[in-house]
Nanobody, 133 residues
Framework: QVQLMESGGGSVQAGGSLRLSCAAS????????MCWFRQAPGKEREEVAA???????GYTDSVKGRFTISFDNAKNTLYLQMSSLKPEDTAMYYC???????????????????????????WGQGTQVTVSS
């Protein structure tokens, strides 16, 4: 029943900005953790940012200061604002959610850390981001 639908990807030049959206539906959890992860050609999945239902956020080092994750409860939509994009940001970007996460998972986000990707239960189909040099 859970559906996550990413949008907002595209092609931009290095230094540009892009805002990704993830429309969420089908879950009724009052608490959750959501994330954006990406997969570049020839590389494994990499979680880049996470947010919990209290608004705490965490980021991987390579995007700190450039990316901002947020969740709009009224719109049931997750966002990833990306600025100062680099060619190495090129990847397929996915959103994911774990409803009713364990306290230790939420604690990771509270401390600015990223929960392991395997903790997430659902994810979308992805949206492509391409950054040219």
């Amino acid at each position: 029943q859970v559906q996550l639908m990413e949008s907002g990807g595209g092609s931009v030049q290095a230094g540009g900005s892009l805002r990704l959206s993830c429309a969420a539906s089908g879950y009724t959890a009052s608490t959750f953790c959501m994330c954006w992860f990406r997969q570049a050609p020839g590389k494994e999945r990499e979680e880049v940012a996470a947010v919990d239902s209290d608004g705490s956020t965490g980021y991987t080092d390579s995007v700190k200061g450039r990316f901002t994750i947020s969740f709009d409860n009224a719109k049931n939509t997750l966002y990833l604002q990306m600025s100062s994009l680099k060619p190495e940001d090129t990847a397929m970007y996915y959103c994911a959610v774990v409803p009713n996460p364990r306290d230790d998972i939420r604690g990771l986000v509270t401390m600015g850390w990223l929960p392991p990707l395997y903790e997430y239960n659902y994810w979308g189909q992805g949206t492509q981001v391409t950054v040219s040099s």
